[in-house]
Nanobody, 119 residues
């Protein structure tokens, strides 16, 4: 089992920045990748960004490319999402997720942290 705890959400004005953090505990050595998803009110959860834990390769949703950056601290088992030039449409509950080695889907999820961007 892997436990994920997010932090860093809040209220920010359009154009502002926030940095989300996610701390993983438990069987963290089994994670092949970690990522961020978000769910806006009344919408389905969508992919935001992901990073291969070993090699560090990254992937981003088109809507956040050039504005968001995912990074990790391997020793602390943490993943971060630096969000710049925030827009009102970035308002959502942001979830951290982990994908175990050999899995085809994201198995573990955090409780979410709210990001609200005011216009």
């Amino acid at each position: 089992q892997v436990q994920l705890v997010e932090s860093g959400g809040g209220l920010v004005e359009t154009g502002g920045s926030l940095r989300l953090s996610c701390e993983a505990s438990g069987r963290t050595f089994s994670n092949a990748a970690m990522g961020w998803f978000r769910q806006a009110s009344g919408k389905e959860r969508e992919f935001v960004a992901a990073m291969r834990w070993a090699g560090g390769s990254t992937e981003y949703a088109d809507s956040v490319k050039g504005r968001f950056t995912i990074s990790r601290h391997k020793v602390k088992n943490m993943v971060f999402l630096q969000m710049n030039t925030l827009r009102p449409e970035d308002t959502a509950l942001y979830y951290c997720a982990a994908k175990p080695v050999g899995a085809n889907s994201w198995h573990y999820w955090g409780q979410g942290t709210q990001v609200t961007v005011s216009s």
